[in-house]
């Protein structure tokens, strides 16, 4: 019944719409940005590079952009970084027709559509206790959790699909999504901030920026959750790569690789339709450590998964849990942040949360490449027992907010 009355806020639904489009969208040229650099150049090593050039932003951009959140506009900021997006994306698909675009073009629009995805995300945190009532915020930050990670796992799978149909109809469809989340935002009616709250100054971002670091510091549990996702996100942005490499390399075809993905979004998507119940059954210490513990079983199992579909159901399995997760811990948070700090809250989050995402295609393809697939695989293992072996002994998850244990 709270899901109906959620979703029969409008406002929400527009938003909410726009951005599941656009994050399909985009998410489907995150992969195509590898695949269409192996295609033209066959190097693993300037796929990782295409990989890492989408995921730096996050790191790069996170915390100006949570400045920029609560010192703009919300609503045209966001509006204005779907327009460029779409001309970013529209390069491609336009160089794709006459031609071939250069490894230069593919980083660069890479690059900028992470970015603006991050300042776009940021805003979107922030104005949600401006569009739903007070007791749905924690709903509308899990359905957006489920929403994102969702489209984590279509759009991938979406864009390896098309992909292998036609190399610029990911691009295509990236470029279409920004159009609609356009339309979807500039139809809604609230406004996405109080008028009356503190807006930061652009002028000294250091200190602006140092008060989201201040409240998240003082708060053990976000804190160390974001420590955290740190730590795993390598492993789970590298993960689509290396499936893609194993299958290549036990001789996957395209089309083959297209239905790989196509499993691993069947199984993510599940985990995300079940997140709300997971999170309201499992406490958040235990969702932590068997997604953590889960990772490590699914990644040495890579060593002796010599089939295409038999990667995508294992990388399925790992990403299961992902969704519960980060709607328990981003849900409490946004619950629990001042008004005024929301941008900046979030984007300091976001950062340390995304700080080190950027390294796992770029390791995974460095290291397949230069090492081998075991000894890549091994790697990534060694790095996530250490991840589950911290956040077994963290005391701090031990202490988690009320909020964040009941969902």
């Not at 199984?267 to 119940?277: D, I, K």
């Amino acid at each position: 019944m709270r899901r109906r009355r959620l979703f029969d806020n409008r406002d929400f639904l527009l938003l909410w719409s726009g951005e599941t489009v656009s994050e399909v969208g985009s998410q489907s040229s995150t992969v195509a940005y590898p695949l269409l650099v192996l295609a033209l150049t066959g190097s693993p090593t300037k796929a990782g590079i295409a990989g890492l050039a989408r995921w730096l932003p996050l790191a790069v951009f996170s915390l100006p952009a949570g400045v920029l959140a609560d010192a703009v506009d919300r609503k045209r900021l966001m509006i204005i970084c779907d327009a460029v997006r779409l001309v970013g994306a529209g390069s491609i698909v336009l160089a794709l027709l006459i031609g071939s675009p250069s490894f230069g073009q593919i980083v660069s629009v890479a690059f900028l559509d992470g970015g603006l995805f991050i300042t776009s995300r940021i805003c979107e945190r922030g104005a949600l206790p401006h569009v739903v009532a007070p007791g749905q915020l924690e709903d509308a930050v899990a359905a957006n959790e489920a929403r994102t990670f969702a489209a984590g796992i279509i759009g991938p799978s979406l864009g390896g699909l098309l992909f292998s149909v036609l190399r610029v109809l990911p691009f295509v469809a990236d470029t279409a999504s920004y159009l609609f989340s356009m339309a979807a935002i500039a139809a809604t009616r609230s406004r996405f901030q109080s008028q009356e709250t503190r807006r930061p100054s652009l002028r000294n971002l250091r200190v602006e920026i140092a008060e989201g670091v201040t409240w998240l510091r003082g708060q053990p549990f976000y804190r160390t959750t974001a420590l955290l996702f740190a730590a795993g996100n390598p492993v789970f942005t590298g993960l689509y790569l290396l499936a893609i490499l194993l299958a290549k390399e036990h001789h996957a075809s395209d089309a083959v690789i297209g239905v790989m993905l196509g499993m691993i979004g069947v199984v993510g998507l599940l985990g995300a339709v079940l997140a709300g119940p997971i999170r309201r059954l499992v406490s958040v210490r235990r969702l932590i450590l068997c997604e953590n513990w889960t990772l490590l079983g699914v990644i040495l199992l890579m060593l002796v998964a010599h089939n295409a579909l038999l990667i995508g159901a294992l990388v399925g399995v790992a990403e299961f849990l992902t969704p519960a997760t980060n709607a328990v811990v981003a849900g409490s948070r946004v619950a629990a942040a001042p008004d005024h700090l929301q941008g900046r809250v979030q984007s300091v989050a976001t950062v340390l949360a995304m700080s080190l995402g950027w390294l796992g295609p770029l390791a995974v393809g460095y290291l397949f490449e230069h090492s081998g697939s075991t000894t890549t695989v091994l790697v990534a293992a060694a790095w996530t027992l250490a991840l589950a072996a911290v956040a077994t002994a963290a005391p701090s998850l031990r202490n988690a907010p009320t909020d964040a244990a009941s969902g």
